[in-house]
């Protein structure tokens, strides 16, 4: 690619209802998927970008999808310290033509997620948690996705829907409500054999 014609790389930042996160959006694709990064190890495997991030100290959590970076911080910085800098570093590292994710973690976290549903999705409670993640993937995951987050469905067992809050919805305060309130009566609605949805910590 001609670095040169190419357009400069333009970024800014959103709120996301979760005051520890923020999102920082940029004008480039980074990445067609979703990476949760929650802690270094993980994230000095599989992606340049997120261990650059985790080298600074108030970084707790990094989230790459698209075309934005939610990043979640350590609760005792002020996000008036520290915004330009990670903007700053993000943007050089976008300009410069930085790696982002390594190739093979897609597949390594669908390796991952088709083990854990063979388990999953086999017999009469297969095809209740079936419908339940695809109604997730469908009306949840695209309105979670605006907030700078992503919400995962981990497991269905007796009434009970198990998802995983990742980006700005992990330890979000008002995550619990939109989980309560939003999802578990959309789910409840549509999927009478659904009686509550709990959040696990992914």
């Not at 990476?35 to 993980?42: S, Y």
């Not at 570093?89 to 976008?94: A, S």
Request: proline share 4%; hydrophobic share 35%.
């Amino acid at each position: 690619m001609n670095t040169a014609t190419a357009s400069p790389v333009m970024l800014y930042t959103e709120q996301t209802p979760n005051p520890e996160s923020l999102k920082f959006v940029t004008n480039r694709m980074l990445y067609r998927g979703t990476a949760d990064f929650r802690e270094e190890g993980l994230a000095r495997e599989w992606s340049p970008l997120a261990a650059l991030l985790f080298d600074q100290p108030f970084v707790k959590g990094v989230y790459i999808t698209n075309n934005f970076v939610t990043i979640s911080k350590e609760f005792n910085y002020e996000w008036a310290d520290i915004m330009l800098k990670l903007k700053d570093l993000i943007k050089k590292y976008v300009e410069d033509g930085g790696e982002i994710m390594r190739e093979g973690y897609a597949e390594a976290m669908q390796a991952l997620e088709a083990e854990h549903n063979s388990q999953q999705f086999s017999g009469e409670d297969g095809e209740i948690a079936q419908r339940i993640k695809e109604l997730i993937d469908t009306y949840v995951k695209p309105a979670v996705e605006m907030d700078g987050g992503n919400i995962e469905f981990k497991s269905y067992d007796k009434g009970t829907v198990y998802v995983i809050m990742q980006g700005s919805c992990s330890g979000c305060p008002s995550s619990t409500v939109t989980l309560k309130s939003g999802i578990e009566g959309m789910l409840k609605r549509m999927v009478p054999e659904v009686q509550e949805v709990v959040q696990e910590m992914g």
